[in-house]
């Protein structure tokens, strides 16, 4: 349709630099994606569920806001998976009075409790949110616990009626089972565990469950109410593999919806582990998605994959990277690059006191009440996606380009381009040295100037929406287009601040465009042909 060239100017605050041409090709719409609705969706581990959404007598109103404000983005609120470690220690007591009680084992985990009982008010969660859609996680893991088994069936009577038809998502039966045989959390399975053992189980969870919808939510039943998120595996290198899985006959009854797979780029306590080189690094993130990719194509299910659970670090992130303005950064382009590689929605995990959580739902000794850094790198991506159905690429970047920083992304509708987004992924940090101290970083930042050339759009221009911070060390501070959705300003509700500059423009001349991005940002150009 068209050729896209990008000229790549690298210049300093204070003086420019020679120009240098990097050569970007996209000649139409036919390699891109369209992800499915509501893209950018949230897991929330199944112990933090009460504190994210609350209850009837007293809901959580503030995540409320923050889905709300994604659903605008979205065309609809983000779709949300209770789940996690936890769903597979969670044993039902009908007598409990309140939600869930839970004890830490700090040998296990210091993050979530390892040994959780939940009453019958648990369920009330999941009436808190308007207009959201909710998969339920089943314990399968049983945490060896005998009552397993009478939990699977009462809870399953118990999240069909309070989820019900409307707010139905799918199922889910079990969290990371690949990892039953050797988690760190403690192995729930013994080491000769394989895959032809996990779908006996799953078939036979599965197929109970059913039996209970049948006697007590018989209008789930039908194709388009009854199915689940599977196998779940937290990763595709683990004890489990999902193509011997598959090949056993995980889905021989034909009631998987979305190959459900987890990704984490690496873990918090990772040798190596660093901004730049781990989250602000898209060669990292490609290599990464690209197992997942591998790992569908080899499948072939014939059903959207999707990742149900990821974030930035596993063992629920590290603080100084996963609750800074360069995870959000990485948030931007690995979802992104999921869309562009064809993964149909990814699920940002979360939990309460979470570091690399996209926000803090309740006030505790750790943690504060507040958006983090990693919501505004999920509402810039919801923005760039839209809600009219556009089809995601990326921009190969020949030249001088720098493989692992500079990243560009574009959105078509239609066929037509609609929006270009550009990631500048070099880290800046705005105190000295990146630590989060009193003192700044007495250099200035470099400014590096894109231009997109031979782009047959008929427009005069194109809307500029930087999502901005000091630095990529910033925990704070952070805007999208100038909107702040802190706690402290409205509860979550977009506050336009007059300190940071909107209502920017860059001139279409002679089918081009120009704009400039300082290390550490992201910047998205509208052209007005989309609704996004």
Not at 26 to 40: E, G, H, K, R, Y
Not at 177 to 193: C, E, H, I, K, W
Not at 335 to 359: E, P, Q
């Amino acid at each position: 349709m068209y050729g896209l060239m990008m000229l790549l100017a690298q210049t300093s605050l204070s003086m420019a630099k020679p120009m240098v041409r990097v050569v970007g090709s996209v000649a139409s719409s036919i390699n891109a994606n369209q992800p499915l609705d509501s893209f950018i969706s949230y897991s929330i581990e199944f112990s933090s569920f009460p504190d994210f959404a609350g209850n009837t007598s007293n809901p959580n109103d503030f995540s409320n806001t923050l889905l709300d404000n994604l659903g605008s983005l979205a065309g609809i609120k983000p779709y949300i998976r209770v789940g996690g470690n936890t769903q597979d220690y969670a044993i039902y007591n009908s007598e409990l009075t309140i939600a869930l009680n839970g004890t830490y084992n700090l040998s296990r985990s210091a993050d979530y409790p390892t040994t959780i009982e939940i009453g019958p008010s648990y369920f009330e969660s999941y009436s808190t949110w308007p207009d959201v859609k909710f998969a339920h996680g089943f314990n399968l893991g049983g945490n060896h616990d005998d009552r397993q088994w009478e939990t699977l069936l009462e809870t399953a009577a118990l999240a069909c009626k309070a989820i019900g038809k409307d707010k139905l998502y799918w199922w889910e039966y079990g969290n990371e089972p690949d990892l039953f045989a050797t988690s760190s959390q403690g192995p729930v399975r013994a080491s000769n565990y394989n895959e032809s053992d996990y779908v006996a189980e799953w078939l036979n969870g599965t197929r109970a469950i059913k039996s209970v919808l049948e006697t007590s939510c018989s209008d789930l039943l039908g194709d388009d109410t009854y199915g689940y998120l599977a196998p779940s595996f937290g990763g595709t290198g683990n004890h489990l593999k999902a193509p011997r899985t598959w090949a056993d006959g995980l889905d021989v009854d034909g009631d998987i919806k979305l190959f459900s797979s987890h990704n984490y780029i690496s873990g918090a306590e990772s040798l190596g582990v660093t901004l730049q080189g781990t989250l602000m690094n898209h060669t990292r993130t490609a290599l990464s998605v690209g197992a997942h990719t591998a790992e569908n194509a080899t499948i072939q299910p014939g059903i959207p994959y999707i990742l149900g659970e990821t974030n930035s670090l596993y063992n629920q992130g590290r603080p100084g990277l996963s609750n800074s303005f360069g995870a959000a950064l990485w948030a931007v382009d690995f979802s992104l690059y999921c869309a562009a590689v064809g993964i149909g929605r990814v699920h940002f995990h979360m939990g309460t006191d979470y570091r690399y959580a996209s926000w803090q739902p309740i006030q505790t000794d750790k943690t504060t009440v507040g958006t983090k850094p990693p919501y505004y790198g999920n509402v810039a991506a919801a923005a760039f996606v839209g809600s009219d159905g556009a089809s995601v690429a990326q921009v190969p970047l020949e030249g001088d380009a720098n493989a692992e920083t500079d990243v560009a992304y574009v959105a078509y509708v239609d066929g037509v381009l609609a929006r270009i987004l550009v990631l500048n992924l070099r880290a800046y940090n705005y105190t000295l040295n990146g630590t989060g101290g009193p003192d700044l970083n007495p250099e200035p930042r470099p400014v590096r100037t894109y231009r997109f050339s031979d782009l047959t759009l008929d427009v005069g221009s194109a809307t500029v929406r930087r999502l901005y911070a000091n630095g990529s060390d910033a925990a704070t501070g952070i805007t999208w287009d100038g909107w702040s959705y802190n706690y402290e300003l409205d509860e979550g509700r977009p506050v336009r601040l007059d300190n940071v500059t909107t209502g920017e423009t860059s001139s279409v001349v002679d089918g081009g465009v120009e704009i400039q991005v300082p290390d550490s940002q992201a910047v998205v150009l509208d052209f007005g042909t989309g609704s996004g």
